[in-house]
């Protein structure tokens, strides 16, 4: 007996039957999302997604500090930014802005450079310039070496407050970057290091291990060697009076273990 007594046999029929899951997915006409004007764009958004994000992550992100740099990073990319101060004849401080001025550091609002102490706390890069030796300040209790306070002011001169870019090669034991580093001098683009030599106020970085020099070891080899010659900087008095940094660092090391 049909219930209710006024429905129809065609009513019943009509009623629909439940579709399974993998029914439903096979009743779907597949091929409109596989033609080309729906196929094109789509592969085009996604590969222009992924390859804007490989290049943020890769150049245009801010590296805040030595420790936040990726190890697939050195020997390949460089750091581009501003010095915010020189510590010692061979290290400085560098506040990271990646894509420079074309990516608006120095005139859109929320890119510039903190000018306080407060203010680049924790964001700056410690960078030691590679290949180079300068002369010791006083620190720890030990004394300057001769020409130490010569070599930090060239410095400071010479690349504070200016935008550098640093080939970075490695950390060294006191998380500094090693580095080349080249700054822009008029139409020219200096070789910081390869000039301190010129000047007589470094010498060629002499070790054991651990020496990095990029490419360049030849020309700094040069350069001290002309330096010497011409009697520049630390040069200039008795040969017999003369200490390299490396020398002066292992005498003084030498008479505290004496001491002790």
């Known amino acids: 007996m ?22 439903s997915l096979n009743a779907i006409n597949w091929s409109h999302y596989v033609e080309p004007r729906q196929l094109i764009p789509t592969v085009l958004l996604t590969a222009t997604t992924l390859f804007t994000i490989h290049i943020y992550r890769s150049y245009l992100r801010r590296i805040p500090g030595s420790a936040n740099i990726q190890p697939g990073f050195f020997r390949r990319r460089s750091l581009f930014g501003r010095v915010t101060s020189v510590g010692d004849g061979d290290n400085f401080r560098l506040f990271h802005t990646p894509g420079g001025r074309i990516t608006g ?31 010791e300040l006083a620190h720890f209790g030990r004394p300057a070496q001769p020409y130490s306070s010569e070599a930090l002011n060239w ?3 010479y690349i504070l407050h200016r935008r550098v870019r640093a080939y970075i ?3 060294d034991q ?6 080349t580093v080249y700054v822009r001098r008029g139409l020219l683009r200096r070789d910081v290091g ?67």
């Open 105 to 135: 550091w120095g005139w859109l609002p929320g890119r510039k450079v903190p000018e306080t102490r407060d203010g680049l706390k924790d964001r700056t890069i410690s960078v030691r310039l590679a290949g180079v030796d300068a002369p």
């Open 2 to 23: 049909r219930w209710p007594p006024w429905s129809s046999d065609d009513d019943s029929k009509s009623k629909k039957k439940a579709i399974s899951w993998n029914d």
């Open 155 to 157: 410095l400071r001169d």
């Open 169 to 171: 090669y490695k950390r």
């Open 194 to 260: 390869l000039q301190m030599l010129k000047e007589g106020l470094a010498t060629v970085y002499e070790a054991k291990t651990g020496a990095e020099f990029g490419r360049v070891e030849a020309r700094y080899r040069r350069a001290e060697w002309w330096a010497k010659t011409k009697r520049k900087g630390m040069w200039g008095g008795k040969k017999s009076d003369f200490e390299s940094p490396r020398d002066f660092k292992t005498r003084v090391t030498s008479a505290e273990g004496t001491k002790n």
């Open 174 to 179: 006191y998380d500094r970057v090693v580095s």
